[in-house]
T-cell receptor
Framework: DGGITQSPKYLFRKEGQNVTLSCEQN?????MYWYRQDPGQGLRLIYY???????QKGDIAEGYSVSREKKESFPLTVTSAQKNPTAFYLC?????????????FGDGTRLSIL | AQKITQTQPGMFVQEKEAVTLDCTYD???????LFWYKQPSSGEMIFLIY??????QNATEGRYSLNFQKARKSANLVISASQLGDSAMYFC????????????FGTGTRLQVFP
């Protein structure tokens, strides 16, 4: 079955450490997104990419970095510069140039500080 | 700027009854799309239903339907014949146009279905 796989499900970060969240999709979608969700809130966009080797900052990109070397993969690195990384992170993908199509989401990664 | 407002932090409904979850939006675009997602306690976001601004009919998908009132800028989700498995967070979202195509989310409504 096609879908989006995020790993790990739970992740713990020590002070000063960078951690990378994995996102892989086999839906053949061009666009991929990273969202952050804080308790009791909706999702906010961190980064997005509509084509391989290109990505753009979203609304809350500070302290995060991404790469898009393959169409299927869009990993997110939470750097030590992100002072409040504890949150639920969701990766999504969609077809470009068809606004009627929904974004499909992975199961998410919960990141906590040790 | 586009904005989604969900004013009901929590709703309760008895099993087999219908429930309406409110969503209002603000946009200056003439063409836009509205989505509803369900988020169970496990965390995944499940797409439920879509309404396009130019769609003449209200969208329906099984037990889900949209009460779309364009002039009032509202897109309320109606769940008929509620089931215990419907207990979850529900988010209304609007798709921003080019270049990001990102989704702008409301703060969500927590629905609890009781027997």
């Amino acid at each position: 079955d096609g879908g989006i796989t995020q790993s790990p499900k739970y992740l713990f970060r020590k002070e000063g450490q960078n951690v990378t969240l994995s996102c892989e999709q086999n839906l053949n979608h061009d666009a991929m997104y990273w969202y952050r969700q804080d308790p009791g809130q909706g999702l906010r966009l961190i980064y997005y990419s509509q084509i391989v080797n290109d990505f753009q900052k979203g609304d809350i990109a500070e302290g995060y970095s991404v790469s898009r070397e393959k169409k299927e993969s869009f990993p997110l690195t939470v750097t030590s510069a992100q002072k409040n990384p504890t949150a639920f992170y969701l990766c999504a993908s969609s077809i470009v140039a068809d606004s009627r199509q929904p974004q499909h989401f992975g199961d998410g990664t919960r990141l906590s500080i040790l | 700027a586009q904005k989604i407002t969900q004013t009901q932090p929590g709703m309760f409904v008895q099993e087999k009854e219908a429930v309406t979850l409110d969503c209002t939006y603000d946009t200056s675009d003439q063409s836009y799309g509205l989505f509803w997602y369900k988020q169970p306690s496990s965390g995944e976001m499940i797409f439920l239903i879509y309404q396009g601004s130019y769609d003449e009919q209200n969208a329906t998908e099984g037990r889900y339907s949209l009460n779309f009132q364009k002039a009032r800028k509202s897109a309320n989700l109606v769940i008929s014949a509620s089931q215990l498995g419907d207990s979850a967070m529900y988010f209304c979202a609007m798709r921003e146009g080019s270049p990001t195509d990102k989704l702008i989310f409301g703060t969500g409504t927590r629905l609890q279905v009781f027997p």
